[in-house]
Each structure stands twice: as C-alpha cells, then as structure tokens.
Nanobody, 121 residues
Framework: QVQLVESGGGLVQAGGSLRLSCQASGRTFSSDAMGWARQAPGKEREFVARIIWSGGKTYYADSVKGRFTISGDNAKNTVYLQMNSLKAEDTAVYYC??????????????WGQGTQVTVSS
C-alpha cells in the first residue's frame, strides 16, 4: 500500500499564491509518476497536473496552465504544486496521487486525503 499526505492548503485572496506538498510512503516502487487533482463542491474530481519522474515531463489542465507548476523530488517521493495568480474558481479540495505513467492520472489507485484550498474574491 501507498500512503500520501498533503499539506499547504489554506485561505488566500484572489491573485495570491499557495504551495502544496505531498509526501508518499510505503510501496511506491510501482509508481513512476505523481500528480494532483481537485474537487470543488458539487463537481466531479478533475485532473490538475502530473509529473513523470523519468525525464521530469509535466502535464497540466488547460485551466491552470501558466499559473500552476508541479515539481518534485523522486528520491524523497515528494511532489509540490506551486499555485500562483489564484482565482475563486480554484477553490477546491486538492488531492495528491501516484501511479504508473502508462495509466491516466484519474484512474490511479493511490490517493491522499486532500487539502482544502479556498480563494476569496
């Protein structure tokens, strides 16, 4: 089993920044990618970003491209999400996940408990 613990959420004004962190532990050897998704009230969970450890290639949802940056440290099984120019519509619970890069992020099996991000307008 893999355990994922997110941190760094909070309340921020529109236009502000937050940095989320996620630490993975346990049986991570079968995972070669990590990522983030979010779920706003009344909406389905949606993909935000992912990073492939081998080569460091990153992918983003169109809604966050240019504002969010995913990075990480493979040796530490840690991934970060730097969120800049935050908007009210970014308000959601943000979840960290890990899994094989060959599978789409939203189908990964290992997810954290989530951290709340609230952007006030």
């Amino acid at each position: 089993q893999v355990q994922l613990v997110e941190s760094g959420g909070g309340l921020v004004q529109a236009g502000g920044s937050l940095r989320l962190s996620c630490q993975a532990s346990g049986r991570t050897f079968s995972s070669d990618a990590m990522g983030w998704a979010r779920q706003a009230p009344g909406k389905e969970r949606e993909f935000v970003a992912r990073i492939i450890w081998s080569g460091g290639k990153t992918y983003y949802a169109d809604s966050v491209k240019g504002r969010f940056t995913i990075s990480g440290d493979n040796a530490k099984n840690t991934v970060y999400l730097q969120m800049n120019s935050l908007k009210a519509e970014d308000t959601a619970v943000y979840y960290c996940a890990t899994g094989p890069r060959a599978i789409t992020t939203m189908r990964w099996q290992s997810w954290g408990q989530g951290t709340q991000v609230t952007v006030s307008s």
